[in-house]
């Protein structure tokens, strides 16, 4: 059975940093390509960025509103998925899922792990 | 405001046929592969339809989808209350004014089995 458990959200002022986990299992996750997607409060959902396996180039790509604030890596020894996120804005606040990327699609899904941005 | 459109909420009866709508263009849904998804009230998202019409496994024959030109249709027989739900498609995006190659999902449509 695929899991997929995000964790370290919380509340951080504006301009501050956070990074958060994607811990993965029933899968083989150095083989899978990876994908974080964010909800605002009563919104809909908006893709952050994704990282390719190492094997297809372990490159990223990330939505405009993050470029260059979040950074997407992964870690295959440990099956973990993070998303180092750096100058925080109001409008980050969000809860954020990890998705396994396949067949053109985002096929699993985390519980995700809500970050709020706020002084 | 998403480059995707769909209708804010549809409504039907139990037992009956729902189709919600995702309109694009040929920088998207034209040129792309679509998936839906469903999210259930207070839960993550899942995975109803992806490659325009394919279901992955456990997900029942009464949900369809098709993919024509720049839109796509997600179909829903035999409402149930249990398909109360917000429902979103997706695709890659290639618009040189998104800056590249960017993920999009439409803008959710509610669905209420009345």
């Known amino acids: 059975e695929v899991q997929l458990v995000e964790s370290g959200g919380g509340l951080v002022n504006p301009g501050g940093s956070l990074r958060l986990s994607c811990a993965a299992s029933g899968f083989t996750f150095s083989n899978a390509w990876m994908s974080w997607v964010r909800q605002a409060p009563g919104k809909g959902l908006e893709w952050v960025g994704r990282?390719?396996?190492?094997?297809?180039?372990?490159?990223?790509d990330y939505a405009a509103p993050v470029k260059d604030r979040f950074t997407v890596s992964r870690d295959d020894s440990k099956t973990t998925l993070y998303l180092r996120m750096n100058s925080l804005k109001n409008e980050d606040t969000a809860v954020y899922y990890c998705?396994?990327?396949?067949?053109?699609?985002?096929?699993?899904w985390g519980q995700g792990t809500l970050v709020t941005v706020s002084s | 405001q998403s480059v995707l459109t769909q209708p804010p909420s549809v409504s039907a009866a139990p037992g009956q046929k729902v189709t919600i709508s995702c309109s694009g263009s040929?920088?998207?849904?034209?040129?792309?592969?679509v998936s839906w998804y469903q999210q259930l009230p207070g839960t993550a998202p899942k995975l109803l339809i992806y490659?325009?019409?394919k279901r992955p496994s456990g997900i029942p024959d009464r949900f369809s989808g098709s993919k024509s030109g720049t839109s796509a249709t997600l179909g829903i027989t035999g409402l149930q209350t249990g398909d109360e739900a917000d429902y979103y498609c997706?695709?890659?995006?290639?618009?040189?004014?998104?800056?590249?190659?960017?993920?999009?999902f439409g803008g959710g449509t509610k669905l209420t089995v009345l």
């Open positions: 040929s920088s998207n849904i034209g040129n792309n592969y």
């Open positions: 490659d325009n019409n």
């Open positions: 997706g695709t890659w995006d290639s618009s040189l004014s998104a800056g590249g190659l960017n993920w999009v």
């Open positions: 998705t396994t990327y396949a067949y053109g699609s985002h096929y699993f």
């Open positions: 990282i390719k396996s190492k094997t297809d180039g372990g490159t990223t």
